[in-house]
């Protein structure tokens, strides 16, 4: 996903430009961090406050410069309006949040007005078309059939979106599908240029399991995997990015 993200950014905006980024339910702040020591200028929107001290935690161990690029704010994604100006930011990041919100649109309609003109709002969702292949590839088959009718929550979904963990814990995630979306990205003026499958070939691997030594291998072919047809489309996960108008 960080590859994917990166190459979005690199397509949509000037090398070198010191980007504003929010990134909404930064969890531990993977990315959030990964994209101040890029050399943008991050916050992070987070309300557990388990993950948030784990976030300060990681940003003390930074050099001053990227600590100093990077700022944390407890809060609620669907409180954007009150800590933020419309237009405030270059990128918005809602990554693993929307499968935690039973009326995902007002929140990504409050995270659009965020953006500025030609602004990336990058998505990271629950598949919910395809909500059958994991229960189904681990030989549940009642569970795969209960799910091929579903987006709701099902016992074998992760929901470990920042690779820190899970980002919610207690919660029930459901899914969304694509055509849903891609009416309301462009419904909200931040229509859907491009979208990536997330964990396509792995997503039966245990959350407790070692990295593979062929890492490298593995993500090359998720990375392939990701952006081609048919295979983005039974992907866990989808990566969705919309552009504001």
């Known amino acids: 996903m960080a590859r994917q993200l990166d190459e979005q950014i690199a397509g949509r905006f000037p090398i070198g430009q010191r980007l504003r980024v929010l990134d909404v339910g930064m969890g531990r702040g993977t990315q959030a961090l990964r994209l101040a020591r890029a050399g943008h200028k991050v916050t992070g929107l987070e309300q557990d406050r388990v993950l948030i001290a784990a976030a300060r935690q990681a940003l003390d161990g930074e050099p001053e410069g990227i600590r100093e690029r990077m700022r944390i704010i407890e809060g609620d994604g669907r409180d954007t309006g009150v800590h933020f100006l419309p237009g405030s930011f270059d990128v918005v990041l809602c990554h693993g949040v929307l499968m935690h919100v039973e009326e995902p649109d ?61 980002v919610r814990v207690g919660t029930e995630p459901r899914a969304d599908r694509l055509a849903q979306l891609t009416a309301t990205l462009a419904g ?19 959350e407790c399991a070692e990295p593979p030594a062929d890492l490298g291998m593995l993500l090359a072919v998720e990375e392939r995997a990701g952006r081609t047809d048919p295979y983005r489309g039974v992907a866990a996960l989808l990566h969705l990015c919309g552009v504001r108008g």
């Open 106 to 166: 007002p929140l990504l309609a409050g995270l659009a007005r965020m953006l500025a003109p030609g602004g990336l709002l990058s998505l990271l969702v629950r598949n919910g078309d395809a909500p059958a292949m994991r229960p189904g590839l681990c030989g549940d088959w009642a569970g795969a059939l209960a799910a091929f009718d579903t987006t709701a929550h099902l016992p074998h979904a992760r929901t470990d979106s920042d690779g820190g963990g899970p």
């Open 188 to 206: 909200i003026g931040a229509p859907l240029q491009s979208w990536y499958g997330v964990r396509v070939f792995c997503d039966t691997a245990l």
